[in-house]
């Protein structure tokens, strides 16, 4: 069964979106798109088209930085990667569609 995490529509499409601790050694590459790319346990059925909000931690604790990036390609089953664990290809979304979504998110949490 997937996992069923935050859904919204952004772009006009209906995602899942995901929210990622990122540790800040590697947040300032990932936002720059130097690392277009994350390794994860796939523990949450992750598929292209999902919304990774990702969270920059240092030393376990949240710094306020946010970055949002789509999964582009998803890397799996694959000899090489250990049992359960996948490489996601991720890619900028527009700051429009990102904003879009923050502030839908937003919205259902209000409502709950």
């Not at 979106?17 to 300032?28: A, Q, W």
């Not at 946010?66 to 890619?91: F, H, M, N, P």
Request: charged residues 30%.
């Amino acid at each position: 069964m997937r996992y069923a995490g935050d859904c919204c529509v952004i772009g006009g499409r209906v995602r899942v979106v995901h929210e990622v601790k990122l540790s800040s050694e590697y947040f300032n590459s990932v936002k720059n798109g130097s690392k277009p790319f994350e390794l994860i346990f796939d523990d949450k059925d992750y598929m292209v088209g999902d919304i990774f909000v990702l969270r920059e931690t240092r030393s376990g604790e949240y710094t306020g930085r946010i970055c949002w990036r789509e999964v582009t390609y998803k890397l799996s089953d694959c000899q090489g990667l250990a049992q359960g664990w996948c490489i996601l290809g991720i890619g900028k979304i527009s700051s429009r569609v990102a904003k879009r979504g923050m502030k839908r998110m937003s919205e259902d949490n209000r409502k709950e």
